[in-house]
């Protein structure tokens, strides 16, 4: 089986740094997706990581250790557009993505 | 050029009812999927097809009944809805259904079973 932890809820200031934890436990692993879905919207593709690391990628980063079974997605520079929420998903091999449950951020000025 | 586009948008409906949501993608992609996503945001996997194959059918109702009559279109039909329904359905697509695949949404469609 596989159980995705975010935490449901975060708050952080409009030009500040927020970093959104994603633990995972699963039998099979290839790389894990993080998507931004703002309120009545879809989800949109943020990044993917498949190998230990931070991936930089603008004002939004991504940092993936398998050992652990933890990844997290910084954000820097905060705007108040980044209001959304944030899902983690396990991309286990040949089956749909699993998604979390989604942080819900708030910026705030 | 809407690259997963799906309808209809709002759909409010009775108990007991038979809806149908539409779903196509311009993208050239060989799977598609629909997720549901409830009340608390949790979204969920429904279906997944390659190629107008269905490949994955998670644990849901056989009162939901997927049909894709090519690999550009997957459509959602749900018979005699209940209010437990009322949701958000995503269709999705992506190139293929091993790893590393990038998941591209539509809109949703947002159901309300009265």
């Known amino acids: 089986g596989q159980n995705i932890d975010q935490p449901t809820e975060m708050t952080a200031t409009e030009g500040a740094i927020v970093q959104i934890n994603c633990t995972y436990q699963t039998s099979g692993f290839n790389g894990l997706f993080w998507y931004q879905q703002h309120a009545g919207e879809a989800p949109t593709f943020l990044s993917y990581n498949v190998l230990d690391g931070l991936e930089e990628k603008g004002r939004f980063s991504s940092f993936l250790s398998r050992s652990k079974g933890y990844s997290y997605l910084l954000l820097k520079e905060l705007q108040m557009k980044d209001s959304a929420s944030y899902l983690c998903a396990l991309d286990s091999g040949n089956t749909p993505l699993v998604f979390g449950k989604g942080t819900r951020l708030s910026v705030i000025a | 050029d809407t690259a997963v586009s799906q309808t209809p948008k709002y759909l409010v409906t009775q108990m007991g009812n038979d809806k149908s949501i539409k779903c196509e993608q311009n993208l050239g992609h060989d799977t598609m999927y629909w997720y549901k996503q409830d009340s608390k945001k949790f979204l969920k996997i429904m279906f997944s097809?390659?190629?107008?194959?269905?490949?994955i059918n998670e644990t849901v109702p056989n009162r939901f009944s997927p049909k894709s009559p090519d690999k550009a279109h997957l459509n959602l039909h749900i018979n005699s809805l209940e209010l437990g329904d009322s949701a958000v359905y995503f269709c999705a697509s992506s190139q293929g259904s091993g790893s590393g695949n990038t998941i591209y949404f539509g809109e949703g469609s947002w159901l309300t079973v009265v």
């Open positions: 097809y390659n190629n107008k194959e269905l490949i």
